[in-house]
Nanobody
C-alpha cells in the first residue's frame, strides 16, 4: 500500500492562509477518494475534507466549510488542501490519505495558528 506524507505546514497568524500538499508515487487518488485529516493535541484524529477519484465530488467538514478547499492534480498525482481564514483552533498535525484511509498513515505536517 502507498504511504502518503503531507507537507506545507507551518506557523501562520490567525486569518492567514496555508496550502498543504500530498503527492503519491502512483495515481492512487485516481482510484480512491483523497482525504485530509487532522489531529490536535489531546484530541482524536478527525476528518477534514475529501475529493472523489474523478474530482467531481467534494466534501468538507462543517468546521472548514467556507474556509478550506480541497483540490487534485492528476498529472502530479497530488491532492491539496487550501486553508483560508485560519483560526487558532485549526492548530493540529494534518495528514493525507485515501478516504476511507489506508491502514498505514504517513508523515503529517504541523499547522500552528496564533492570534
Amino acid at each position: 500500500q502507498e504511504q502518503l506524507d503531507a507537507s506545507g505546514g507551518g506557523l501562520v497568524q490567525a486569518g492567514g492562509s496555508l496550502t498543504l500538499s500530498c503527492e503519491a508515487s502512483v495515481s492512487i487518488f485516481n482510484r480512491n477518494a483523497g482525504g485530509w485529516f487532522r489531529q490536535a493535541p489531546g484530541k482524536e484524529r478527525e476528518f477534514v475534507a475529501q475529493i472523489s477519484w474523478n474530482g467531481l465530488s467534494r466534501h468538507i467538514a462543517d468546521f472548514a466549510k467556507g474556509r478550506f478547499t480541497i483540490s487534485r492534480d492528476v498529472a502530479e498525482k497530488s491532492i491539496y488542501l487550501h486553508m483560508n481564514n485560519l483560526k487558532p483552533e485549526d492548530t493540529a498535525v494534518y495528514y493525507c490519505n485515501t478516504n476511507p484511509p489506508q491502514t498505514i498513515w504517513g508523515q503529517g505536517t504541523q499547522v500552528t495558528v496564533y492570534s
